[in-house]
């Protein structure tokens, strides 16, 4: 079972399913060599919040072994996107 085929049989809205795959692929790749850093964190903090309401809303997920780990991942991508990709990105050589 694909990913996206997961995501809407526990009721993911389908309009989420294709943005996930995007900002998780490629927003993967732009932070990997820093391309874009600040929009791709943003997008990335953006996608764990509408995941952490989904396991709130709609898995249940309790704190402890539930979505603490979405929160840190929302925390961590807002602070990439204030603080930027650093001296060896691709951001930093353009003059971005």
Do not use: C, N, Q
Not at 29 to 45: D, N, W
Not at 46 to 66: C, D, H, N, P, V
């Amino acid at each position: 079972m694909r990913k996206g085929e997961f995501m809407k049989t526990v009721g993911m809205p389908t309009g989420l399913v294709p943005f996930g795959g995007v900002v998780e692929f490629f927003g993967g790749l732009g932070l990997l060599i820093g391309l874009f850093t600040p929009i791709i964190a943003v997008l990335a903090a953006l996608w764990m919040l509408a995941t952490t309401w989904f396991s709130i809303a709609k898995i249940k997920k309790k704190y402890m072994g539930g979505y603490e780990l979405d929160i840190t991942m929302i925390l961590l991508s807002l602070a990439l996107a204030f603080i930027g990709g650093g001296t060896f990105s691709i951001d930093h050589l353009i003059g971005v």
